[in-house]
């Protein structure tokens, strides 16, 4: 590496890349009251509501944030929360072997659990899980209006959880005269979809209904490698049937009511891992096991504006309930995790005078969870208290700035105070942006951390971190080509490890991630588009001399070691194409290089192979109601393992009808 970045790594940068150059968070990160006169669905790409909890042009937002709107999801034809956030940069999604396996998202090179996720305002996470991440295979893009993703440490706002980052998920709201949609798919991997929706709005109320099913019944997943010679290798069978609604309600001149529904049902077949006797040795299971999963999300709230808009007051309450039980003819893996949590909350934004907000909020979450399994049975609760508050200004309209400070009281580890810092500075004669934040997160331990027989330890503290970037953005050639580049730095302390002794979860270790985000998007012609992100990882965990790193760090010395499945280089290419006022093509390319990783069956660790998958889709309208389209998915059949042990989709054709009354 050249000396201007000081990174630890194992590999070089590529040529090829350097070329390529409610939760408060229950509500804040989707958009605060969009019923509001001065905003309309034309705005929506050009605000960002997660940064600061109040809807923000882009180009006066200093955090680093990428945007995925519904129509970016139409031209890709994504299906799944997985397939949007596969080529955003700063991100690394690993996913267990296609449609359905569990899915982890890693932001910066921070932990999978260090991603705090909103859908509708809704905290996503799951208080049953072991390390209490949301799996975000479970999520159908069908119904998503707009994703957000916000990286850097953002605690102040959002709380627990938000070391690395945030996803924010808003979906649609009804709008115009009744109007139903529907689509059917078929396609590679025994693939059937279908997806039908009826939204609208009258004077005062706005109504969304949809039901999607996502089915895939042959998806291979396992190697060859790593089963025995004439060894049944059993595909994968995934069913997901998602229902939501969401209502939007103007009751008076100065009061809205919002609800919104979410219920998601799944069942997954799969291939365990057994260690049978006498050998002990790991091999994939004979028979498949099934995992049935039950999400339901929920929120209502109040709207209250007064003073001629100058104050918004949202107050209301979320709730998240979760079941997964495992059946099958593998007791190992068989038994049931349940989860819950409620959150009830206020907050206020008083326009202090013109682009000067002060944000204030409070809010109290509960949560609990129940397990059995062969080995252990938790049955805990827990919950918090947070309040917050936000000044966000605007000076001469050049100087952009927000400060953010929160102060939880956990009822299991005691008090904890964060905040974020984050100015930006335009210069509207060169087009240019300068844009820095500092910023503090903490992740409070699950449930199954501080409770579990054997493994929990009450005595656990949270993880911590304390994070900055640095970066830039320019215009050029009249505002058709937009670059620019962005160093971050993370520092965790604290972070959670498993101790082989003690059979506990410990605080021992720590990590340093740090690295470069860059980008170059152009607009060619009126109808052909391109972005190339290009993002740079490098993480070291330490821990002090004589303790032990935890199966998640690949040792490099006595005391440093590399967290597992964080690729140092990264480039994702998007293009879009649209020859005709009726077809829009669509092309886009992943490249990640190889990173450290477990071998499936066995404790060694293993430089795992990178890869590089292109995506085609395109899309035909007919007439005003009826189109077709068509993608194909790892065009030239790229095998790969992501993580090791599992197999991605390699070649796939698939195709449908979209109908539209």
């Known amino acids: 590496m050249p000396s201007l970045f000081p990174f630890r790594s194992r590999r070089a940068l590529p040529a090829a890349a350097l070329l ?12 605060q009251n969009l019923n509001a006169d001065d905003q309309n669905a034309g705005d929506l790409p050009e605000l960002v509501v997660s940064a600061t909890g109040i809807p923000t042009p882009e180009t006066e937002v200093a955090s680093s944030v990428s945007i995925v709107t519904e129509q970016d999801i139409a031209r890709n034809q994504q299906r799944t929360l997985p397939d949007v956030l596969q080529s955003l940069p700063g991100l690394n999604v690993v996913q267990t072997g296609g449609p359905g396996g569990t899915t982890s998202v890693f932001i910066r090179g921070t932990n999978s659990n260090h991603v705090k996720v909103l859908i509708d305002g809704i905290d996503a996470g799951n208080p049953a899980a072991t390390n209490g991440a949301f799996d975000f295979g479970k999520l159908l893009a069908s119904d998503l209006e707009r994703v957000e993703v916000l990286r850097g440490p953002q605690s102040g706002l959002y709380g627990s959880d938000a070391i690395g980052g945030v996803i924010s998920i808003t979906t649609k709201k009804g709008e115009g005269p009744p109007k139903v949609s529907a689509y059917v798919e078929g ?23 949809n039901v999607t099913h996502f089915s895939s019944t042959d998806i291979p997943v396992t190697p060859q490698n790593i089963a025995p010679p004439f060894w049944p290798r059993n595909p994968n069978a995934y069913d997901n049937w998602t229902y939501s609604t969401r209502l939007d309600w103007q009751a008076t001149e100065t009061l809205a009511v919002n609800f919104v529904a979410r ?35 929920t929120k209502g709230e109040g709207v209250w504006t007064a003073f001629d808009g100058a104050l918004v007051t949202t107050f209301g309450a979320s709730e998240m309930t979760s079941s997964s039980p495992t059946v099958g003819p593998n007791p190992d893996v068989n038994g049931t995790y349940d989860g819950d949590r409620q959150v009830y909350y206020v907050r206020s934004n008083y326009l202090v005078a013109p682009g000067q907000n002060l944000l204030v909020g409070a809010e109290r979450r509960n949560e609990a969870m129940t397990s059995s399994t062969a080995y252990t049975t938790v049955d805990a609760s827990t919950g918090d208290t947070g309040v917050y508050a936000e000044y966000q200004g ?5 100087l952009f700035f927000a400060a953010n400070v929160r102060y939880d009281s956990d009822d299991s580890f005691g008090d904890h105070t964060t905040y974020r810092l984050a100015p930006a500075l335009l210069f509207d004669e060169t087009g240019t942006k300068l844009k820095a934040s500092y910023g503090t997160g903490f992740k409070a331990p699950t449930l199954y ?69 860059a980008f170059v998007s ?16 490098d993480v070291v ?46 092309a886009s390319l992943v490249y990640a290089s190889s990173w450290w990783d477990i071998v499936r069956l ?18 035909y309208r007919l007439n005003a109601a009826t189109s077709v389209f068509g993608r194909i998915d790892n065009l030239f059949n790229q095998t790969y393992e992501n993580p090791n042990g599992f197999l991605a989709p390699g070649f796939g054709a698939y195709g449908g009808v979209r109908l539209t009354w």
């Open 20 to 31: 390529a150059l409610a939760c408060v968070p229950s509500a804040l990160a989707q958009t």
């Open 187 to 209: 396609g590679a991997l025994g693939t059937f979809n279908q997806y039908a929706s009826l939204t609208g709005s009258t004077e005062k109320l706005a109504y969304s209904f």
């Open 263 to 297: 219920y998601i049902d799944t069942s997954l077949a799969f291939t365990p891992d057994t260690f049978p006797p006498p050998t002990y040795a790991g091999l994939p299971a004979a028979l498949r096991s099934t995992s049935y999963t039950g999400m339901f999300f």
């Open 394 to 398: 605007n000076l001469w309209n050049r």
């Open 449 to 517: 951390q501080l409770y579990a027989p054997y493994y929990g330890n009450a005595s656990l503290q949270p993880e911590e971190s304390e994070g900055w970037d640095l970066g830039f953005e320019q215009k050029a050639f009249a505002e058709r080509v937009l670059f620019g580049v962005t160093y971050f730095h993370n520092t965790i302390t604290n972070l959670i490890s498993y101790d082989p002794v003690t059979y506990q979860n410990v605080n021992i270790s720590s990590a340093v991630s740090q690295g470069v985000e």
């Open 522 to 537: 152009v607009k060619v012609t009126d109808r052909i588009d391109a972005r190339v992100d290009y993002t740079y990882t």
């Open 541 to 586: 965990g330490s821990v002090p001399p004589g303790q032990p790193f935890g199966a998640a760090c690949a040792p490099i010395d006595a005391t440093s070691c590399y967290p597992l499945r964080r690729p140092n280089n990264k480039v994702s290419l998007t293009l879009g194409w649209r020859p005709t006022d009726e077809l829009d093509l669509a």
């Open 602 to 619: 066995t404790s060694n660790y293993i430089d795992q192979p990178g890869y590089t998958v292109v995506n085609l889709a395109a899309n």
